[in-house]
């Protein structure tokens, strides 16, 4: 219910999870202020767009919703990867309306256009008015992003982030810790560690000594994966890059303290078009990783991306990749058909492969994979499986196992099964399953 003694703020949350982190992080500040968030434009006295600006659509998802704010509400304040550069001139060139515009994790400049254009009330007493401790997530109360490090300090030719975001400063580890606790003593039942590169946390800080709970711990992945492990609540992994030590965290999943669950982006199978992407761990053999990774944790569901038809990708290009796909049968892959943002390096690159031929590799290589995972999910059938339960309704339970995360992998269906709630962890047996999904019960 809104206070009529609060100001009111409307906020959008576009793009992905490490925006949503930047959002939480916004109104968790804007709520220690005293301001309400509102649910509608009509409702809020000034409205915040976080705004994603990684690919055209998204710029266009993003410049849309400014659009509509501006003319639902007028009073409109930008922020995230399209409030830097020249995608921040073109918002005020399409949107001159627009109060303020800032980039990625600029929290205090947020935070300081609402104060300025809509004063926060000099009676609000920040120690009576309370925020709840784990902050306001805008994840569902049993699972939450948790955000390790910022920037990059890779340079991959299709990627504007490291200009948008700067390089890699890891979160010290100490803070990280303690955000964790916090969220699990609030009920959390997954934790989902993202940054840009999980692999790389700690090395600008070269494996800094911090402090948690009075225990010495380094800013590295595996200590932290450790760390994390004591909380005794799924901890999964996600944008890790193949490096040598990547294999320490691997027994960590074989022993059951984090899933058995990684996300390693590769982006192509063909050396050439990894060495033309600039692509970190490019030449790491990532097949024999794979193998050995599986060596050491059989169970381990591997997720990664891809991009068809980059610049100059060949016949032979794509053939290799379809190869590698076969060769490395993994869980979970999307796959994208490459998109030329602006301002990124690969536009340069000679021999554009055209709109036709992308589309038409994009069709075989998910036809593969699609065969690839349908076969995988095959092989659960009669097995028992743990499952973190997402929404419940009246016709049943809907989940997840530790090999699907949240909004990107598939689900686990309990039809009939009425009785549970969301963050309840349950075990039933596979019965049935598609390309994607599974049914339990
Ligand atoms: S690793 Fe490459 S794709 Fe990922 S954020 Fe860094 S530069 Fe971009």
Request: contains cysteine; aromatic residues 8%.
């Amino acid at each position: 219910m809104n206070n009529p003694d609060k100001q009111k703020v409307g906020f959008i949350s576009l793009g992905c999870p490490k925006a949503l982190v930047d959002s939480e992080r916004i109104l968790t500040q804007l709520k220690m202020d005293g301001y309400d968030i509102v649910p509608s434009y009509q409702d809020a006295e000034v409205v915040v767009v976080n705004t994603c600006g990684f690919i055209d659509s998204a710029k266009q998802e993003s410049l849309d919703a400014i659009g509509e704010a501006i003319s639902e509400n007028g009073k409109v304040i930008v922020t995230g990867c399209m409030g830097k550069g020249d995608d921040a001139n073109s918002i005020m060139e399409l949107h001159p309306k627009v109060l303020a515009v800032s980039g990625p994790a600029a929290y205090e400049e947020v935070v300081g256009a609402v104060h300025e254009y809509v004063p926060p009330n000099p009676h609000h007493d920040p120690y009576t008015d309370l925020v709840p401790p784990q902050g306001i997530k805008l994840t569902p109360r049993h699972y939450a992003y948790l955000k390790i490090s910022e920037g990059c300090n890779h340079r991959c030719s299709f990627c504007i982030i490291p200009d948008m975001r700067g390089d890699l400063v890891s979160r010290p580890i100490g803070d990280v810790m303690e955000e964790a606790e916090r969220l699990v003593r609030a009920g959390v039942r997954e934790l989902l560690v993202i940054s840009q590169d999980t692999s790389a946390y700690g090395i600008d800080t070269k494996f800094r000594t911090g402090f948690w709970n009075g225990r010495p711990l380094k800013t590295h992945m595996q200590q932290l994966c450790e760390a994390l492990a004591d909380f005794g609540v799924w901890v999964r992994l996600h944008y890790v890059y193949p490096y040598p030590h990547v294999d320490k965290v691997i027994p960590l999943m074989a022993e059951g303290k984090i899933l058995p669950y990684l996300d390693v982006p590769l982006q192509h199978g063909s050396p050439d078009v990894l060495k033309r992407m600039k692509r970190p761990a490019a030449a790491e053999k990532s097949l024999e990783r794979i193998q050995a990774w599986r060596s050491v944790c059989p169970d381990i569901t591997l997720r990664s991306t891809f991009i068809v038809g980059f610049p100059g990708e060949t016949d032979k290009d794509f053939d290799i990749l379809l190869d590698f796909i076969d060769e490395a049968q993994l869980d979970r892959v999307g796959c994208f058909q490459y998109s030329p943002v602006k301002g990124a390096r690969a536009n340069d690159l000679p021999n554009h492969v055209p709109e036709e031929l992308k589309q038409e590799r994009w069709e075989r290589f998910m036809a593969l994979q699609q065969e690839i995972s349908t076969a995988k999910l095959q092989q659960k059938l009669g097995s028992t499986i743990e499952i973190l339960i997402d929404e419940v309704d009246s016709e049943g339970a809907i989940g997840r196992s530790a090999a699907d995360a949240p909004e990107i992998d598939g689900k686990v269906f309990l039809d009939g099964v009425t009785d549970l709630n969301p963050g309840d962890l349950v075990e039933a047996e596979v019965t049935a399953a598609n390309e994607y999904d599974l049914w339990a019960g």
